[in-house]
Each structure stands twice: as structure tokens, then as C-alpha cells.
DNA sequence: ATGAAAGCGCTAACAC
DNA sequence: GTGTTAGCGCTTTCAT
């Protein structure tokens, strides 16, 4: 604010209008008990001289800033970014800003986040809680409302809103085992130790022993973060002798790694070895071939996580709700749905 | 903040430390002319109790929030999300949050985000602006830093970072017609009115008049914004009769719209019909056949943005520089540039 | 080396 | 209907 002279003050509007400070104050926020000739000649002043209220100072005095803290992994992947997009739709409409972090699933830069938030004195936060976030968060919750939204903690008293991930990864798996009779799949998992990455993997695992499959262990690759994990994962597993039907990765991000290997190998996409993934994304319209995947509701979740924020920012309600949302399959090309049927259009199921 | 009970304050810990509220303001603050054992003693007090700092009581007095307004079109559109990322890869190094709006290049939601962050004393601004909005800016500029970012708004006094858009697609499209021999060259652009839209597609007649090609009307659309409006301009290119060897579309989201055409109609690409565009993004990689692009330096440009608006922050510099930075030509499969050489693995040209 | 008191811009009792 | 005044939590002269 180096810039601005001095802006005027609701006391600079109070003095050219004549009238006192108080009177100002009800007019800006339009209460009542001012006489209409009164309410007038303070807004004209207020337009004449460019006054515009200081949502610091009020915030200082009301204890409330209209402010939220959103932190996420990082903003350039598709999925947080629908989800942000979805909080500040929601926020939006009821008056509040967000102030977006970056956490890079870092410990350290979302805790470091989470105090400069807590100093900034925001309404209430959510978070995509890396691992190992619980014992600073545990003094947190008490002062501030706190929502989860994509991982929950187990164990702490904080409203969240996932998918149901071991479901959705059961679901696929099974259709690649009942749908192609794959008995060779291979599996490329995100981190470990976040519940999404577990629970999905824990979905396949469940399918493949349902069926009496036993997992070949040199063709599963956990702990894979960046589209370069993916290509190396898929390289290794190529490599490796054990040659899958299909490759499962558990987002997006693993996903275009593989087919960047695939692709590298001369390896085609869903003729020689099968492709699908947990995660889909607008761009993935683009993709050929397209993938076929489980799609979470991102934008949905963000709603959502924002929703059961106000429900504790406004009303006050300090409670404990989790909400699960639906994944659903969609079937496109890369799983090799398309090979069977020239007529193929891909579909859904819920 | 409704959970909290009461926050202490400095003034807690002054007076359970037995000094002065001005003596734990200047331990907090890190300043000198504290007697060691002082500060000891409040710094111990300080954890005890758990105080932290309100920054909103520190803003209004200071006149100074450490907070940066950031007004982009689409978090949701990987562009603007990586101009965000360098925005706040940035500003974290220089202690400052981000405050984060959506205006879908709506010059009605730009105004409310902008008087809104004025409200919450922004320390300054960094925004992509939209159609329209040099009016309500003009009184603007003279009491707050601004930035513009990807576009820009001629007779303003207001520091930018974009790309040479002109350049960029001036050289694509030479490229097609010197490399490939295109003399059809269908052009999809985004919205009119827009600098990097009328930029680009001056660019691209540039090189169309150069050659002495003249633009066939009937496959040049303009003012399209979404995925859907890129399919529906490339039905329409499609069913023109006037089949085009190429497709240039001016940004990813139309790219992705003119694919999904392309693929609907079974028209292969590049082989039946080339196509490329203005605007890179990471999960291109996994597009098929790979983008020939117009590549920009999307973090980079949200660097320098927050780098110029510093200068105007701290150093209270009023200047005006427009920085323009270069775009890079990135040559991979779907300019049929793979289709003459079996061993082609791409390339790029600064 | 430390403290008392004023004030940042606003809202809210409580008068009148 | 309207005004006076205190105070939100902090920083900052200016004393001491």
C-alpha cells in the first residue's frame, strides 16, 4: 500500500457529511435507524470522495475476516486445481476470499502454511493433509475449523470429504480381470503412507485375491510422485521379464509417465499392453488413446469440503461428519474395451 | 475464528512475563535492546501459552498485510495454474500470501475480486485482465501496485509480462508453410478483443501475406473459448468443403476441442490433417500423436510478474515496464513433422 | 534497557 | 435517529 496517499476514513466521510462516525458505519452497513435524507447524503460523499471500508480494521474488530485458507499439493495438478476451483465457487458466494498454499505434500511448507494462516486470523482452512500432519494439527482443531478434503487422518476429529478409493480401484480391477480376463496386472501406486494411495491399492489387492490372482511382485512399483516416477516405474516393469497384460496407476500424474514409456518402447496402447488409472482430467480428452479410468468428483469434493466449512464457521456446529463421495468407472479405449467392439463408445457406470 | 475461545495477546504475555507490552513486541519482532534474560523469559512465556501473533492488528497498524491479490481467468486451466505457481513460489520466498480469484475473463467478476482485495488491503495485485477493463483500472492504478500478466492494456501505466504471441505464431505458421508445404491453413483463436488473441492471429496472417497466401475465410473461426467451441469451430472447418491440410487453434482448451473433432470424425492426425497450437502444457506428454506447439514460459511469466510487483511494493517504484518474454517453438508429431522422418524424436527452436 | 500512552479504522454499547 | 466513547491487538514515539 506504499502507493496510497492517505484513503479516506469512514471519520473523513463522517466530517464532509456532517454527521457522526456511527451514522456512517450503519449507512455502510445498512442498518437501520437512519433517515433516508441522511443515508443519502453519506453515499453521496462516500462516492464523491472514493471511500472505501477497511476489511482489516473491521476484521479486527469483529473478530472475523471472511477469509479461508486452502492448502493443497500443488496447484498445477489438474485434480487440486478443480477442487480449488470448486472451494472458491462456493466461498465466493458467500463472501469470503481464499488464500491458496502450495504444501508440495511437504510437512514442513504445510505447517509453516498453517501458522502464517492462523496468524492471518482466516475463518477456518482445508487442507490435504500430508503424512505425518497429525500431531501438529491435533492443538490446531481446537481453535480453528479445520476440513479435509482428497486424504483423511485417522484418529482426529476433523470433518472430510474423500472417495471411496478402494472401492473405485476394486471396481476397475475387477473389470479388467471379469471384462478382459487380465490375470497380469500391473500396479504403479502413489505415495506411501497417504490413506488414497493405500486404499487404492488395498482395492486392487482385494480384486486380484477375490479372483485367486497372485500379485507378481516384480510388476508392482509403490511410492512413485512425479510423472518422471511413472516413466521410470513403467520402464522398470517392462524390463523386468514379467510381462503385464495392463498397467494400473493410481493418477494422473503416473499415468502420463506410462504412456510416455509406452510410448518410448513402441509399446501400443491398448494392443500390446492395456492402460488405465485412478484420476481423470479435462485434458485427458486429448489423450489418445483415451483412457479409461476412475473418475473422482474433484470440483464436487471441493463443494462439498467447503460446504461442511461453513457449517462450522457460521452455525458453529462443531462436528465430525465424513463424507465419502462415489467414484465411477468410465470406459474409454486404453483398457482395451474398444478392441472388442469396433462400435465402442466408451461409457460409465457409477 | 468462532471455535476460538480467547486468543492471548501481547498483552497476555506481558503480563504473566512481567514486563511491558512494548518489550514483547520488540522480542517478537526480533528487535534489539532487549536485555538477554528478558527475552528468554517472554520467549518462554510466549510457548507456554501459546500466544501468536495477529497479523490483522499488526496490518491495520502497520498499513501493510503481506498479502498479494492474484486474479487469473481459470485455476482450472493448467496456463494459468502454472502462472500461479510462479506467482507463489515467489511471494512465499518473500513472506507474502496469495490471495486467489477466478473471473472466467468476466470483467463484472474482476471488478467485485478487485474492489474486494482493496477492501482487504492487498499490498498489490497481479492480474490477467479482461475485455474492458482499462476504465474501471485507471483510478485504481494510482493508489495500488498492479501487474498485468499474459495480457495487457494498452494506454496503461501498468508494469506486464507477456509473451511475443506475434512472433510465436508468425514462426509457427511459417514452419508450416516452408516445412510442410501447407497453403490450407484452417485458424481457430480464442476471444476477440483479447491482446493474445489478436496478437496471434496478426501473426499468423503475417506469414499467410509473406508467402502470398490468401486466408480462406471459410476455415478461419474466431472467438471461441471452451473445449466445446473448439470442437464445434472444427465441425465446421470439417463441413466447409474447403478441406484444410492443417489446424492452427490458438490456445490448449481449443486444441483439445479440435482433437476430440478430428478423432469423431475419424480424420487422422497428421495424416489426414495437421494440427498445432499456441499454448504448452505438462500433461501434453501424454497426448497422441504429441502437440506441435507454440510453447510459453508459463511459471516464469508468474516470477517475473511478482518480481516486477516487488520492485513496486518495496522500492516503491513507479515505472512502467513491459517485459516480453521470448515463446519457444516445440516441433513434435502433429504437424506431420514425424511423417518425413521415421527417427524423429522432436525438437525445439527458442 | 524498558514502559506509558496514543492511534491504526472500524463497530458496538450506551447515552441522548 | 443520532452521537460519544471504548476497545479490537498491535506498533511507535517519547520518556525514563
Redesign the pocket.
Known amino acids: 500500500m506504499s502507493k496510497m496517499g492517505k ?1 479516506p ?3 473523513d466521510v463522517a466530517k464532509e457529511a456532517g ?5 456512517v ?1 450503519r449507512v ?2 445498512n442498518q437501520r ?3 433516508p435524507e ?1 443515508r443519502e447524503k453519506v453515499l453521496k460523499i462516500i462516492k464523491e470522495i472514493g471511500y472505501q ?2 476489511a482489516i ?2 476484521g ?4 472475523k475476516t471472511y477469509s479461508i485458507g486452502v492448502i493443497i499439493g500443488d496447484i498445477t495438478n489438474n485434480f487440486y486445481s478443480d477442487i480449488v476451483r470448486g472451494i472458491e465457487d462456493f466461498a465466493l458466494s458467500k463472501n469470503y476470499s481464499i488464500l491458496l498454499a502450495n504444501s508440495d505434500e511437504m510437512l514442513f511448507k504445510e505447517k509453516m502454511y498453517v501458522k502464517v494462516f492462523l496468524e492471518k486470523q482466516v475463518d477456518g482452512m482445508i487442507i490435504v493433509p500430508s503424512v505425518g500432519a497429525k500431531d501438529y494439527l491435533k492443538p490446531i482443531l481446537k481453535k480453528m475449523p479445520l476440513v479435509f478434503v482428497d486424504r483423511e487422518i485417522e484418529g482426529l476429529n476433523v470433518p472430510s470429504v474423500t472417495v471411496d478409493n478402494e472401492e473405485g480401484a476394486y471396481e476397475l480391477t475387477k473389470h479388467l480381470i471379469i471384462d478382459h480376463g487380465y490375470t497380469k496386472i500391473a500396479y504403479i501406486s502413489h505415495t506411501i503412507g497417504v490413506t488414497t494411495s493405500e486404499k487404492r491399492y488395498a482395492g486392487f489387492k482385494k480384486a486380484l485375491y477375490e479372483f485367486g490372482i497372485t500379485p507378481i511382485e516384480e510388476i508392482i512399483k509403490l511410492n512413485n510422485k512425479t510423472i518422471e516416477d511413472g516413466f521410470n516405474a513403467t520402464q522398470e516393469i517392462i524390463m523386468s521379464g514379467y510381462r503385464p497384460q495392463v498397467i494400473f496407476t493410481s493418477n494422473n500424474l503416473l499415468a502420463v509417465g506410462a504412456m510416455k514409456a509406452l510410448k518410448y518402447y513402441s509399446i501400443e496402447v491398448p494392443r500390446d499392453i492395456a492402460l488405465v488409472t485412478f484420476d481423470d482430467f479435462k485434458l485427458a480428452e486429448g489423450f489418445r488413446p483415451h483412457l479409461t479410468v476412475v473418475s473422482q468428483p474433484s470440483y464436487e469434493m471441493g463443494k462439498v469440503a467447503t460446504n461442511l466449512l461453513f457449517k462450522q464457521i457460521e452455525e458453529n456446529a462443531i462436528q465430525n461428519e465424513k463424507v465419502v463421495l462415489p467414484t465411477k468407472l468410465i470406459f474409454r479405449e486404453s483398457c482395451g474395451c474398444s478392441l472388442f467392439n469396433k462400435n465402442f463408445r466408451g461409457g460409465e457406470k457409477a
Chains 1, 2 share one sequence.
Not at 454527521?19 to 451514522?23: E, G, H, P, R
Open positions: 484513503q476514513t469512514i471519520k454527521v457522526s462516525i456511527k451514522t458505519s455502510i452497513n435507524d437512519v433517515k441522511t471500508p477497511n480494521a473491521r479486527l474488530r469483529m473478530k
